[in-house]
């Protein structure tokens, strides 16, 4: 849902103006003003991707158990959520 605004009056805090902005970052969502989230799901689709392709060598070895596999999948996937 979209809702079309024009703001005649600077919005200020304290004594400084707040810029105008296409989009920005909180709590590590990409929020954009024309309610687009493609650029928040391609930056979650990249940060999935680099963890994945830094625990490779992780995921290949006969060393760990299946047990600490799925411990530090969960680790990984929990933490890139926040």
């Known amino acids: 849902m979209q809702i ?3 703001v005649l009056q600077p919005i200020t ?6 810029d ?3 989009r920005f970052t909180y709590l590590g969502r990409i929020l954009a003003c024309d309610g687009d989230t493609e650029a ?3 930056c979650k ?3 999935a991707a680099s963890i994945l392709q830094r625990m490779r060598s992780t995921w290949t070895t006969s060393v760990i158990s299946t047990d600490t596999f799925i ?7 929990i933490t890139d959520n926040r």
């Open 45 to 47: 689709i990249g940060k």
């Open 40 to 42: 928040d799901v391609n």
């Open 4 to 6: 079309e605004v024009e």
């Open 20 to 22: 105008d902005v296409d």
């Open 71 to 77: 411990y530090l999948f969960k680790i990984n996937h």
């Open 13 to 18: 805090v304290g004594w400084q103006n707040v």
